[in-house]
């Protein structure tokens, strides 16, 4: 069982910045966010291969979120940048054995965290 320890979120205003952070207490061969608004599914936005560069973004994030690692304290960051109010969502860290961006490869999961954007 891995657990995943969320940090960061809040709320800023529109084009603001935010990082959320994201602990992991073991290896999993790859962590990925997702992000959810009340009445809708839950979505992934950003993965990473663990100890890779490789990545993975959605279209709706592309550009403006970063996602990255650092190897040495287990944790994957995830720094958002030109938030829009359509950003407002509960952010979940999740990792997993495949590709966890694909829901079902998600297999560990963090307790969320709010991101609020105003304009």
């Known amino acids: 069982q891995v657990q995943l320890t969320e940090s960061g979120g809040g709320s800023v205003q529109d084009g603001g910045s935010l990082m959320l952070s994201c602990q992991a207490s073991?290896?999993?061969?790859?962590r990925c966010w997702f992000r959810q608004v009340p009445g809708k599914e839950r979505e992934a936005i950003a993965g990473?291969?663990?100890?890779?560069?490789?990545?993975y973004y959605a279209d709706s994030v592309k550009g403006r979120f970063t996602i990255s690692e650092d190897k040495a304290k287990n944790t994957v960051s995830l720094q958002m940048n030109t938030l829009k109010s359509e950003d407002t969502a509960t952010y979940y860290c999740?990792?997993?054995?495949?590709?966890?961006?694909?829901?079902?490869?998600?297999?560990?999961w963090g307790q969320g965290t709010q991101v609020t954007v105003s304009s």
């Open positions: 990473i291969y663990t100890g890779t560069t490789r990545t």
């Open positions: 999740a990792a997993g054995g495949g590709d966890c961006w694909k829901q079902r490869n998600a297999n560990f």
């Open positions: 073991g290896w999993t061969y790859s």
